[in-house]
């Protein structure tokens, strides 16, 4: 009976653990052919975990493997080893097809190099991740949320007429369009100068206080993972120690 | 930088690039297409004029009224041509009892030099000269005379000759179809001994010639200051209007076709440097920042850009060498052996014609290049200034008249076609920018066809060059899939089955309704008689015609030579007036004449000019009323000038007709000469047999060569999916991201391009059936008609295909992780 009542609260525990888990790699490795024909192993045996609500940041130096490691933990590549489970699903069980079903409207990302489509206007672009969920009202919502970044008076402005800066933060109006369980960013001031990527740091953590989002951050800035509850230290494709 | 050029590492790198490699890819389909059709369309239209030439038995042919002198046969041998002699003249023979006018015609071996000469003998068949002492006859001459083949003797002037065989096929007899009396074909050596060669008499010397084309020019020009008033020059080219007009049909189908293939190759060159320009931006702009000059950039680009054309050029022009042998071992039994060795032109119209097309196609892009502003290093959305896109269609277009022009030769098909696709051009990119409005509201809709549709208003230069791409592409294809098929099937059925394959010739006014009597008795299908009397003309005008007051051989010809006058109320239902007009009934009972247009352009006759004709001695004037063109490959009865029915009243006219007679032919030529003895019946089968193979070998060369658009609108098409690939690769990754389907990114790209595609070929099933209609009636003279299918073509393939192009060009970028895109840059 006690046996069985352990058992029931294993389960429970587990099962707490799994639903508040957002994101978790368990020996996740990647390995590329180079040119010459060798093999080179980008990442190796990463074992890691977010809670849902966690910030956390990865930080390493350049060619480290961090954003190599964002890709796999989003689905947008594919692991050679291991295991990732994003949002409660394991993603090596699902297609492509199934993958970009999950992140639809539940999966927000900030790119260093912004990623807007350059034949939108800033408000399509916006809008475009609530178009894809089928999400109703998704112009309204869109301008509302670059109301919030400070774009309100450039909603129809293509993308090279507006600064990095500027950019950025229509990236980041996207990346929250439909309140998204979780956020990835990758490098979000990498291309920005001291002042405006101190603009996008806030305006980022502004708006996941709001939402609620998990965030999975990208750097290789100490100031900015500081702003994390975590921070995952990675070199050579290794995890070395948490903090 | 130019060292590097010549090692691998340098190529493999460049070639890297999607730009270079689908450029590389047009150049060489290009020049493979268009050297293909230029080596199979040459080889083609030389066995189509060797076939004319063997309805001459000869390329070249002489006639007059003297002795060909000994040094004429001197030159063409040392020229190295192949020449034989022949005499004709009317004559009496006598076999047994019985007397008779036939038409006698000496030659000497190795005639004929071209075509094929059929005597059936008890022997069996023969195919050459006759030997000395020996005679040929026509099958009607042997029924009249009732003589024994193999045995029989037959008197001509002084010599004696034994019947030998009955003349199947004479090569050259169709020249004159008005010629009355039957034929009997002996040697030269017996005609030179008959003693019938006097001054007096009536005979035609002529001299042969064949050889290839350089030896047969040399001829013609050492010939042309020795011929005296009266001497004719024939080749192909002024000779028999039924065949001329058949040949000319022909060879304009095959430039066509070879017109729009290559047509489609530059619109696939002018895609293919767009991508290749896009992608040189960035590198361009690194180079200037680093210190080079923009023409410095712009050289070394250019550079590229010709080593890759030049080595294009010459593998296309090895493929195309290749490609037309394919053609030629398929199609091998149309020629038999008759199939000239390929010309070395060709490699190089491929090679210059390459060359061009990367100019006039490429550089207006690519000079772009050389302007990139180094700030782009910083600013990757800044653009160089280049030249206008309408600018850049007009450039190419024009380069593209110029290299079709020189490629025809013909103004008229260059100057059809330069206009056809200056309007196809402006009515796509208008049509183009309506799309562009109609789209723009449905950027705010969110579904997954407004998704597609909306991509094509986000980008409007790359909508608009795509539909330029696709519709020109397809509405080529209808041009050529429809258009041609409905053009060759009108072309044929002007010379239906029953078309006439006899004449009936010399009837006399007294003969006629018992001749018409029978005829309808027989139930043969015949054009009624037509009044027709033989007559020079003397002058135009004021001006007294004389032959050496022309300079070309075709007009000195027409000025010597006597025609045959036709008069009627009615115009043929084959001509066509191209100035003036057909005289009404009141207009028919004063005088007037209506002239070929042909022959009023050599002699110089104009629309209201007074001409005067001496028929057997009495003279007749009219003016010109009307100039017609004439079907001559329609076998009807047709004269190069027709006159008012009042003007024939005066005249000792005859009567013809023509007759399709089916396999009883031999039953009715022989009752028709039994009971109409000085009536003649001609046989112009063999002629009618040659222009309909002709028509049906012309219309499968321009099957094969259809092929060749089909591969180059391909290109094309996989060329405007293409220009979009880069934008599309990191739309489709941003979306991927996103969480869109693959499904609905599908949806999307199959929308879009399936609207480019119904667009495309709704128009271009419009402007196909306008130019179509233009075509027939302007270039080739048949009636014009618009077909219904074109639309179901246009539409129905135009859409799935382009859809289904624009899904093969979006699958792979759906397999690559969106990650390895975003990484890119």
Known sequence: ???????????????????????????????????????????????????????????????????????????????????????????????????????????????????????MSALENVALPLQ?????????????????????????????????????????????????????????????DADSGQR????????????????????????????????????????QDAS | MNEGWLSMAHWRSALR?????????????????????????????????????????????????????????????????????????????????????????????????????????????????????????????????????????????????????????EPDRGGNLFQLAPRLMISYRDALQSGLLGPASR???????????????????????????????????NARPELRTALERARRFLSLAALCASLLAGVAILLATRRYVDRALDSAAVLRTLGMTGAAVLRWHLGQLLAVVLVASLAGSLIGLAGQQVLVLVLGDWFGEALPVPGPRPVLVGLLFGLSMALGFALPTLLKVGRVPPL???????????????????????????????????????????????????????????????????????????????????YPQLTLLQLAGFGLGIT?????????????????????????????????????????????????????????????LTAIGERIVRPEAYTEMRARRLAAREYSLGFSAEMQADNRVQAGRWWNAEEAGQPAFSVEEGVARSLGIRLGDILTFDVAGQIISAPVTSLRSVAWDSFNVNFFVVGTPALARELPVAYLSSLFL??????????????????SVLDVRPILSQVREIMERGALAVEMVFLFTLIAAALVTFAAAQVSRDERAREVAVMRTLGASRGRLIGAVLTEFGLLGFIGGLLAAVLASVSGYLIAVELFDLPGRFSPSIWWFGIGVGTPVVALVGWLATRRLLAVPPMQVLNSG
């Open chain 1, 1 to 119: 009976m006690a046996c069985e009542t352990m058992g029931a609260i294993e389960t429970t525990i587990k099962k707490a653990m799994e639903e508040t888990t957002r994101i978790s790699a368990t020996q996740l490795g990647k390995r590329v052919k180079t040119p010459d024909g060798r093999m080179l192993d980008i990442l190796s045996a990463i074992d890691m975990q977010v809670n849902a609500g966690e910030a956390v940041a990865i930080l390493g130096p350049s060619g480290s493997g961090k954003s190599t490691l964002l890709g796999l933990l989003a689905g947008l590549d594919q692991p050679t080893q291991g295991r990732v489970s994003l949002l409660g699903r394991d993603l090596g069980e699902l297609d492509e097809d199934a993958r970009a079903a999950l992140r639809a409207g539940r999966v927000g990302f900030v790119f260093q190099s912004f990623q807007l489509l350059p034949g």
């Open chain 1, 132 to 192: 894809i969920g089928r999400k109703s009202g998704a112009r309204a919502q869109a301008e509302l949320l670059l109301r919030e970044v400070g774009l309100g008076e450039r909603l129809s402005h293509q993308p090279r007429q507006l600064s990095g800066g500027e950019q950025q933060r229509v990236a980041l109006a996207r990346a929250f369009a439909g309140d998204p369980d979780v956020l990835f960013a990758d490098e979000p001031t990498g291309n920005l």
């Open chain 1, 200 to 239: 996008i740091i806030e305006l980022l953590f502004g708006l996941r206080d709001r939402v609620g989002s998990t965030l999975l951050l990208v750097t290789h800035d100490q100031e900015v993972a500081r702003r994390c509850d975590r921070v995952l230290r990675i070199n050579a494709g290794r995890l």
């Open chain 2, 17 to 169: 690039d999607p730009g270079l490699r689908l450029l590389l890819a047009s150049v060489l389909v290009a020049v493979a297409a268009l050297t293909s059709v230029a080596f199979f369309a040459d080889r083609v239209e030389r066995a189509l004029l060797l076939q004319g030439a063997a309805l001459m038995a000869a390329d070249l042919v002489v006639e007059q009224g003297e002795v060909i002198p000994q040094a004429w046969l001197d030159k063409a041998d040392s020229l190295g041509l192949r020449s034989a002699r022949s005499i004709s003249f009317p004559s009496v023979i006598v076999a047994g009892e019985r007397p008779l006018l036939v038409q006698v015609k000496a030659v000497e071996s190795p005639y004929p030099l071209r075509g094929r000469l059929r005597i059936d003998t008890p022997d069996g068949e023969v195919g050459q000269a006759p030997a000395p002492g020996e005679a040929w006859l026509e099958g009607r001459l042997r029924n009249r005379l009732d003589v024994d083949i193999g045995t029989s003797e037959i008197q001509l002037g002084e010599t004696r000759l034994r019947a030998a065989g009955i003349l199947r096929d």
């Open chain 2, 203 to 237: 005979v035609k010397y002529r001299f042969l010639m064949a050889g290839d084309a350089g030896q047969i020019a040399s001829m013609r020009t050492w010939l042309a200051s020795r011929l005296k008033p009266g001497s004719g020059l024939a080749d192909l080219e």
């Open chain 2, 376 to 458: 782009r290093v910083l600013r990757r959305e800044l653009d160089a200034p280049g030249l206008a896109g309408w600018l850049v269609w007009l450039l190419a277009a024009a380069v593209f008249v110029g290299l079709m022009y020189w490629q025809v030769q013909d103004q008229r098909l260059a100057g059809g076609m330069a206009l056809a696709l200056m309007v196809t051009l402006i009515v796509l990119m208008l049509a183009g920018r309506l799309l562009l409005a109609a789209l723009a509201p449905l950027r705010r809709a969110g579904g997954t066809a407004a998704m597609g549709l909306a991509a094509l208003a986000r």
């Open chain 2, 476 to 536: 080529l294809l209808l041009l050529l899939a429809v258009v041609r098929v409905d053009i060759v099937d009108t072309w044929q059925g002007s010379l239906p089955k029953d078309a006439p394959n006899h004449f009936l010739i010399n009837v006399q006014a007294d003969e006629r309704e018992a001749l018409m009597a029978l005829l309808a008795e027989r139930r043969v299908p015949n054009s009624g008689l037509h009044a027709t009397t033989r007559g020079r």
């Open chain 2, 662 to 679: 089916d396999r009883d032919s031999e039953s009715m030529t022989l009752e028709l000469a039994e009971r109409f003895p000085a009536v």
